[in-house]
């Protein structure tokens, strides 16, 4: 907690490794500041619980999102039968093996917004059904609304980490 004169109405928090920083204004009392640390620290556990999501917490889940979307885009029609995280790749966000329906996840991608993950998610489910990176493939993947956007993303987040994956 660090307290500021110049700061006069403002409560901000933010996390610095493990530990939480609230920024109060130098005037508020001991009460006030014992119940801003709680709200913050309430707030960024809320936020960093939407950030992640529920399918960043096990392979369990993971694999149940896999089924939603499966579901929601293809019909049904590729569920896989393991799906898993893995320690980061060196060239790729995740992978699929068809013959034995398995799909891994590099663990990059547990900080990336759900809608990335989706995006990944479907294009591993895609090769259950085309297995190379045709164009019926891309129709596929297509399906997902947010595809371009998400590939764009993770461009990006591979430029600025120096990672020099690939988003095919």
């Known amino acids: 907690m660090r307290r ?5 109405r403002t409560v901000t928090a ?13 005037r508020l009392s001991k009460k006030e500041e014992a119940h ?3 709200e913050m620290e309430r707030r960024l556990l ?6 992640r999501g529920p399918s960043r917490t096990s392979d369990a889940t ?20 393991a799906v898993r ?6 060239t790729r966000w995740a992978s699929c093996t068809p013959v034995d329906r398995t799909i891994r996840v590099s663990e990059h991608l547990k900080q990336v917004p759900g809608w990335v993950l989706d995006y990944v998610l479907v294009h591993e489910l895609a090769h259950l059904i085309e297995p190379g990176h045709g164009p019926e493939f891309w129709e596929l993947v297509q399906a997902y609304p947010r595809t371009d956007r998400a590939m764009g ?16």
Do not use: H, Q
């Not at 933010?14 to 130098?26: K, Q």
């Not at 694999?63 to 939603?68: F, G, I, M, N, T």
């Not at 993303?153 to 095919?168: K, M, Q, T």
């Open 4 to 8: 500021s004169k110049r700061r006069t």
């Open 14 to 26: 933010y996390r610095e490794g493990n530990t939480l920083i609230v920024l109060i204004p130098a």
């Open 36 to 38: 801003w640390v709680r």
């Open 46 to 51: 809320r936020s960093d619980t939407k950030r």
């Open 62 to 81: 993971l694999l149940a999102r896999c089924v939603e979307l499966s579901d929601r885009y293809f019909d049904g029609r590729c569920e896989p039968a």
């Open 85 to 90: 995280w893995v320690p980061p790749m060196r």
């Open 153 to 168: 993303f993770l461009e990006g987040l591979s430029a600025a980490a120096g990672w020099g994956l690939s988003v095919e």
